[in-house]
């Protein structure tokens, strides 16, 4: 009967034969840095674990009803010795496991350039990094090779052994991009950039994908990253350009942000070089305040009732704008607008439109306050998303 347990668990182990230990065994110099770090730290776990569950086992055993040759003792309650185990022993592990870490955390800072190659290979000073503008997508991935003018979807390529200088972002939702041969994943989000530096060591085909759950074509949402030699990365950066089959504008970028799945491989060539800053800016649409103007006016003190135009557009929900399949056109509602020394009283029905945003995006019921309206000593202003009902 037992050996009828053990090949029911058979099936198991060829199961986890299929598995690809990528992350143990990765092809680039940060992630084998990373599964170092992962590999120490759990050693240093292990040193406390293994010796408590053995620990456990033993006493069980030695202690067991049955055995009455063991030293009976109800008045024990003191051991220094032991004390002096149970308690040095953890602080110790403890120590060297922040050491490891607070070491690990620093220099395998994602937004830190790299120093070294492989461990006995320092980095070239003249060299430079290969720069590489991701933009996760809905639910594709966007590559913009600005030194060489190229952009491709679902497919990144790079050379080994040199330093690659990945800028993130996202057009709607936060996402997260992992190459887990090449480094640790890296969260994209709209509106931000973050940074990653990596190399890859090692030729070959490697999975890349999105590891933050993104809406109903996330399963798809994954790419080929293809390390090179460096004559095999020019060739790949000539097929690129020849098999561009138009540039990649503000225009085409609208049209390739809208939600799709399972989209094949392709390339633009040229690319605009202010593509990538205006989607981080979220200002791709003609016309669009940037986030970093707005910012910049926000320093000055913005812009008050003559700001509410550019502000309502900056939505993640900017694509029910455009038509897409989330639902209707959005509108909103301005609250009302209080003046310094108004009163408590009944709020006007009077209303007025104010002008549209510069997208066209509707603003309906906007009501302005008669004096005596309201006990405030400044203007105030509140927007929400208004229902079907509105008018």
Request: glycine share 8%; aromatic share 10%; proline share 7%.
């Amino acid at each position: 009967m037992r050996y009828l347990k053990l090949l029911a668990l058979l099936p198991l182990g060829l199961a986890l034969g299929g598995c690809d230990f990528v992350v143990l065994a990765p092809a680039g110099d940060v992630a084998a840095q990373q599964r170092d770090l992962v590999v120490i730290a759990t050693v240093l776990m292990l040193l406390i674990v293994v010796p408590v569950m053995v620990a456990t086992a033993l006493i069980a055993w030695r202690y067991r009803q049955s055995n009455t040759t063991a030293r009976y003792a109800p008045d024990w309650d003191h051991s220094t010795q032991l004390e002096l185990l149970i308690w040095a022993a953890p602080l110790l592990i403890i120590i060297c496991l922040g050491a490891v870490t607070w070491m690990g955390t620093h220099l395998l800072d994602p937004y830190r350039t790299l120093g070294r190659i492989a461990a006995d290979h320092p980095t070239n000073p003249d060299l430079k990094p290969l720069e590489v503008d991701v933009v996760a997508l809905d639910w594709k991935w966007l590559f913009i090779y600005p030194e060489y003018g190229v952009a491709s979807v679902n497919e990144l390529a790079a050379p080994v052994n040199r330093p690659l200088d990945f800028k993130i972002t996202a057009s709607s939702v936060m996402n997260s991009f992992y190459i887990p041969a090449l480094a640790g994943q890296i969260y994209a989000m709209p509106g931000m950039q973050t940074r990653l530096h990596a190399v890859i060591n090692a030729p070959g085909n490697y999975r890349g994908f999105s590891a933050n759950y993104s809406g109903a074509g996330f399963s798809h949402m994954h790419f080929t990253f293809q390390a090179l030699a460096d004559g095999d990365f020019d060739q790949w950066i000539a097929k690129a350009k020849s098999a561009g089959a138009s540039r990649l504008g503000r225009q085409e970028y609208l049209a390739l942000e809208r939600p799709s799945e399972n989209e094949p491989v392709r390339f633009y060539t040229p690319v605009d070089e202010e593509l990538f800053p205006a989607i981080l800016n979220m200002c791709v649409e003609t016309g669009k305040m940037c986030t970093s103007e707005m910012m910049a006016i926000d320093a000055k003190g913005g812009m008050g009732l003559a700001g509410i135009g550019n502000t309502l557009p900056l939505t993640y929900d900017k694509l029910a704008a455009r038509g897409a399949v989330f639902g209707p056109e959005p509108s909103y509602v301005a609250g009302g607008v209080c003046l310094p020394g108004d009163q408590v009283g009944r709020m006007s029905d009077a209303s007025t439109i104010v002008p549209a945003p510069i997208d066209g995006t509707p603003l309906r019921g906007y009501g302005l306050a008669r004096p005596g309206s309201a006990r405030k000593s400044s203007t105030s202003f509140l927007f929400g998303r208004s229902s079907k009902s509105d008018s």
